[in-house]
């Protein structure tokens, strides 16, 4: 992985027309939000956006707090106003180190959530679906082997 400084691998880009990619289909996707790591207890967003703002212009950085502890929850989420920006985060900022910790940066994947529905609910509905399911082949099968026991003792 390419660790030089951000102007001098921007620079080479430029040169040799190469394209950067974060990832497979990443460049189709146009991804700008990455997922960082492991930040340290005391870690704010403000030091978060600090030391990603070197890399270009930093939209957003989301840390989601736990509610019962009321710290964050030992990730965040940088969003960047370029893709290219975004790149340079990843390539420099995998792997180092922030208040004593070693970051784990990448690219963010898309939420599982889809849709309004709390995911105990859709849970509930498929157990429910497949628990009556299961009942109603159930109910079958005993029907059934009724049936051939009956037909059994009539032709014995």
């Known amino acids: 992985r390419c660790r030089a400084p951000v102007r001098f691998r921007l620079a080479l880009r430029a040169a040799s027309g190469i394209v950067p990619v ?3 289909g990443m460049a189709a996707n146009d991804k700008k939000t990455l997922y960082v790591g492991g930040p340290e207890d005391t870690v704010t967003a403000e030091n978060i956006r600090a030391a990603f703002v070197p890399f270009g ?3 957003d950085v989301g840390m989601p707090i736990d ?6 929850r030992g990730f965040a989420f940088v969003q ?4 290219e920006d975004a790149a340079d985060a990843v390539d420099n900022m995998d792997g180092a180190e922030l208040f004593g910790r070693v970051l784990k940066v990448n690219v963010s994947k898309p939420s599982a959530m ?5 995911v105990w609910e ?3 509905d498929n157990f429910y679906e497949h628990g009556e399911k299961q009942e109603v082949e ?3 099968v005993e029907r059934w082997r ?4 009956g037909q059994e003792a009539a032709a014995s």
Do not use: C, M, Y
């Open 138 to 140: 159930a109910e079958q």
């Open 80 to 83: 960047f106003e370029s893709v």
């Open 67 to 72: 509610q019962t502890t009321q710290k964050h």
């Open 122 to 124: 859709t849970d509930a």
């Open 114 to 118: 889809k849709g309004n529905r709390p």
């Open 146 to 149: 009724n049936s051939a026991q």
């Open 22 to 24: 974060l990832g497979i």
């Open 57 to 59: 212009e930093v939209v």
